[in-house]
């Protein structure tokens, strides 16, 4: 809307339901020295409505709204007004909102509570926009580069040619267009292309020094796209533009002194497809998890074939919790290396499905942990979840191990409560079959590591423990009783007389037989 000067005054909506967000906000829009109309409201439904009767330029809004999703409120409105720009100001800060916020295109996504400065700024490059896209409605030539770039950010973004509106006129001319043929994409583990100054400058000259000629457009803080066009394609063989996006991605990580990751389309057959060459490339360098200082990643016959994750696999986070769950370690790192090695070898595997695995491993060995709270256990899943290779992953996951290690072996007190377990169990059931491993679940822990401590404990192992109790039985029995020997073998829990006579005769030095007559004389 226009002022009676023919100042040119921008309308903003606030959607805050929080009483003292929404005054914070409209106090700090009042101080700017813009002309400003701003209004406010507290739910979805009154902010579509006020959208269907006011022409709204700049959205400041909470995901977090009374009555809808804020994303679904943003999509609404945008439908009314397609120029819309929009500031996210929420407490929700999960990454995948953050990360949705991109795609749709916010101005910012920043994080209550918030600094007045990250909100004036953010408001500053809004106005910026808004700026930038009156200038485009009022230019018809399809040569402007304003148009050219707005109409590339939605191709790059899903939309298709036949869609793309401004002001309500069909004006993209798809010729112009369809001579794309491929893209590199650049990208940067943090933040850099809004850090450096005049960046988009230095680089568009380094690519015309070089003779390579393409259409640079930046997406976001870290990540830019260069478009490659079909003569660019047809004059250099593909050994070419491989080595070209070689140079670039050496050229930025030496000049700048950070990894930089390069990643390089098939070619595709009209500009409608260029969404799905930004997927493609986005999705090649989810191998720089496994290969962090690979070269460029381009798609190859080999890497075509898609990766599954093995059937078994279930059985061996199985087995993983299993081993916790009997405190059997040597066991737990033999699981984990099979899985690692399973998972480590999958170069196409989502890294996010590889951290969802582990951090589920992860909760598992917290649980076993004492004294650790859920404070400890979120703050390392989300340095697991941040990690940005394969081996920070492995990392994490072996120090939790080790952790997991000493702390059982340095519980003394727990380790004789279940010796004492095991030992009056012995001392009832010495009549039954008796097996380690029976004793061991019965005390949650690993058959290896109950002989270990039994024996630690005690000064005998759990077999001859077993041996020594029978024994101490028969011979109370052969002492008192006239009970016959081949009954008093199945009393103490040998089936097999022969063998109870044998055994009997090794404990004793004497046959039971003799230790009888011997008593009776």
């Given at each position: ?6 100042e ?13 967000y929404k ?6 829009l ?8 701003v209004?406010?409201?507290s739910s ?20 977090l ?7 679904t ?17 929420s ?10 916020a991109i ?27 808004c ?41 993209a001319?798809?010729?112009e ?25 230095l ?42 996006c ?10 700048y ?5 390069v ?8 500009c ?11 999705e ?9 200082d690979?070269k ?15 059937s078994?696999?279930d059985s061996?986070?199985k ?6 769950k ?7 790192k033999k ?20 951290k969802?695995v582990f ?15 859920e404070?400890?256990l979120?703050?390392?899943?989300d ?9 920070e ?7 939790n ?15 004789h409560?279940?010796v ?5 169990y ?7 079959e ?11 822990m690993?058959p ?6 039994f ?23 052969l ?7 081949v009954?008093?073998s ?6 097999n007389?022969?063998?109870f006579?044998?055994?009997f005769?090794?404990y004793f030095?004497?046959s ?10």
């Open positions: 809307m226009t002022l009676e000067n023919g040119y005054m921008y309308r903003v909506l606030v959607v805050e339901p929080d009483k003292f005054e914070s906000i409209l106090k700090l009042s101080e700017l020295d813009y002309d400003l109309a209004e406010s409201v979805g439904d009154a902010a579509i409505e006020f959208a269907a009767n006011n022409c709204i330029d700049i959205l400041i809004s909470e995901i709204v009374e009555d809808m999703d804020g994303f409120l943003i999509d609404e409105i945008k439908e009314i007004n397609k120029n819309l720009k929009f500031i996210i100001v407490g929700n800060n999960e990454f995948s909102n953050v990360k949705k795609k749709l295109g916010a101005i910012d996504y920043i994080h209550k509570p918030f600094e007045k400065n990250e909100l004036v700024d953010a408001v500053d490059i809004a106005i910026s926009k700026d930038e896209s009156k200038t485009i409605i009022e230019q018809s030539d399809i040569n402007n580069e304003f148009i050219k770039e707005h109409i590339l950010f939605n191709l790059l973004y899903g939309k298709k040619i036949d869609e793309i509106k401004i002001e309500d006129e069909y004006i001319d798809r010729n267009f369809d001579k794309y043929k491929r893209i590199v994409l650049i990208e940067f583990n943090s933040e850099f292309f809004n850090e450096i100054e005049d960046f988009e400058k680089f568009k000259e380094f690519l015309e020094n070089n003779n390579i000629y393409c259409h640079y457009i930046n997406l976001n803080s870290t990540q830019s796209v260069l478009l490659l066009d079909k003569s660019y394609c047809d004059k250099n063989s593909e050994e070419k533009i491989i080595a070209m070689e140079m670039i991605k050496n050229k930025l990580s030496i000049k002194a950070r990894k930089c990751f990643a390089l389309s098939s070619e595709i057959e009209s409608d497809e260029l969404s799905l060459a930004v997927d493609e490339t986005e090649l360098l989810e191998r720089k998890f496994y290969e962090n690979s460029v990643f381009f798609k190859e016959k080999e890497n075509e074939a898609p990766i599954f994750v093995q078994d696999d061996i986070i087995q993983i919790k299993q081993d916790i009997l405190k059997d370690t040597d066991s737990l699981s984990f290396k099979i899985l690692w090695e399973r998972y480590g070898s999958k170069k196409n595997l989502s890294q996010l499905y590889i969802f951090s589920n491993i992860l909760k598992e060995f917290y649980e076993a942990l004492p004294n650790v709270g404070v400890d979120n703050n390392e899943v340095r697991l979840y941040r990690s940005t290779d394969l081996m992953v492995k990392e994490i996951m072996d120090k191990i080790i952790r997991l290690e000493e702390n059982f072996a340095v519980n003394p007190r727990a380790v409560r279940e004492e377990c095991v030992k009056q012995i001392y009832i059931n010495y009549m039954k008796i097996g380690v491993e029976q004793l061991a679940e019965m005390v949650y690993a290896s590591y109950l002989s270990c401590v024996k630690k404990e005690t000064g005998q192992n759990l077999s001859k423990f077993i041996k020594s109790v029978r024994m101490e039985k028969a011979k109370e029995m002492e008192n009783t006239h009970m016959k020997i009954n008093i199945t009393e103490v829990g040998y089936p007389v022969s063998y006579c044998q055994s005769r090794e030095g004497i039971p037989q003799k230790f009888r007559a011997n008593g009776e004389k």
